[in-house]
């Protein structure tokens, strides 16, 4: 028994004490602090994207049971029949847009058949230029009431590992598969629906999250490591005039230790694919600013906030160096 409890100690708490690259951070403030002799700050939270609420797409025309059995040679009748099912009607909204773009591709077949009514026809017809104006609210709804992609902006306690994974790779191709369904929803018959469970499997890893969030936690690491620094004077405190530089050397030796080696390569890491998720989340952004709506994630708002800190905190080294006539090693 107690090897066995030794055994689960062992499995769940490493995996609690596994490393991140914030805990490189955490060391050089730490680092830092000791060194000016002070205390480290406590770091402003991550934020949480705050969703719109989005009505329902609703449809005014709809095929009557009655109606229904008058399609029976067509394809369309088994997809309107399992719709109005009691599994169809509680399909979550990634099923309502599959569906809406299954009855427009085969609306058409069943419109121009002869054995379908007119007066029927002229409802499908409607129908389906009704589903077809209401594509990009299906998928707006989606974008906000999916789980897997309403927890995109959510803030997460995951961080970005120092090297490109698989995950990564599987979320970039979901987005961009993602991306390119908004882009073709002008043009349904262009689409598999069926893509669509497979591109919500690709977000399932909280890729999205962890990246927003790690570039959010190095920002405001960079923020409060340099309010930390600036509030030192540096000629008359970290290296006075006709006076050893020990102190100044041992910061120096931090910073490129830590920072220039360490940091600095994982944030533009962060960078980078915060560039690519930009690139491939436009069409997105396009389709819902064309509604009005409020973008569920600011990927080019975290980015430049992780940038103007970066270079914020290399700038007061650079006056460091500057001041105290230091180079880094």
């Known amino acids: 028994m107690r090897k066995l409890l030794l055994l689960v100690f062992s ?6 004490c596994s490393p991140v690259p914030s805990d490189t951070y955490y060391d050089y403030r730490s680092r830092l602090a000791n060194t000016l002799d002070t205390e480290v700050s406590a770091l402003a939270p991550l934020s949480n994207k705050m969703l719109p609420r989005l009505d329902k797409p609703t449809a005014t025309q709809n095929i009557s049971i009655l109606e229904l059995a008058s399609l029976s040679h067509c394809k369309i009748n088994l997809l309107i029949a399992n719709h109005n099912n009691q599994l169809g009607k509680t399909s979550p909204p990634s099923g309502k847009l599959a569906y809406s773009i299954r009855f427009i591709q085969q609306a058409g077949d069943c419109i121009n058949h002869p054995d379908t009514p007119k007066e029927l026809a002229y409802k499908l017809r409607l129908a389906a230029s009704e589903k077809l104006q209401q594509l990009p609210l299906w998928f707006t709804y989606m974008l906000y009431n999916e789980p897997e992609l309403a927890m995109l902006g959510k803030a997460s306690f995951k961080e970005l590992p120092v090297e490109n994974t ?35 499997e690709g977000l399932r890893g909280q890729y999205v999250q962890a990246l927003l969030s790690s ?4 920002t ?25 530089k020990t102190k100044a050397q041992i ?4 910073f490129s230790k830590f920072y220039l080696q360490q940091i600095q390569p994982y944030q533009a890491l962060l960078n980078g694919q915060l560039e690519t998720l930009i690139t491939q989340w436009q ?15 600011s990927p080019q708002q975290t980015l430049t906030a992780l940038k103007q800190s970066a270079k914020h905190h290399v700038q007061w080294w650079q ?6 006539n230091l180079s880094p090693l």
């Open 215 to 218: 570039a959010q936690k190095q």
């Open 251 to 254: 910061l120096s030796n931090i």
């Open 166 to 200: 698989k995950l990564a790779q599987d979320t970039t191709e979901a987005i961009s598969a993602l991306s390119q369904l908004a882009v073709s929803l002008a043009h349904p018959e262009k689409i598999d629906a069926g893509e669509i469970n497979t591109i919500l």
């Open 283 to 297: 069409p997105i952004s396009d389709l819902l600013a064309q509604q009005g709506i409020e973008q569920p994630i």
């Open 220 to 244: 405001n690491l960079n923020l409060a490591t340099t309010e930390l620094l600036s509030n030192f004077d540096i000629e008359q405190q970290l290296c006075p005039p006709k006076q050893n």
């Open 319 to 324: 006056k460091f160096y500057k001041t105290c």
């Open 11 to 16: 499995l769940f708490g490493g995996a609690a």
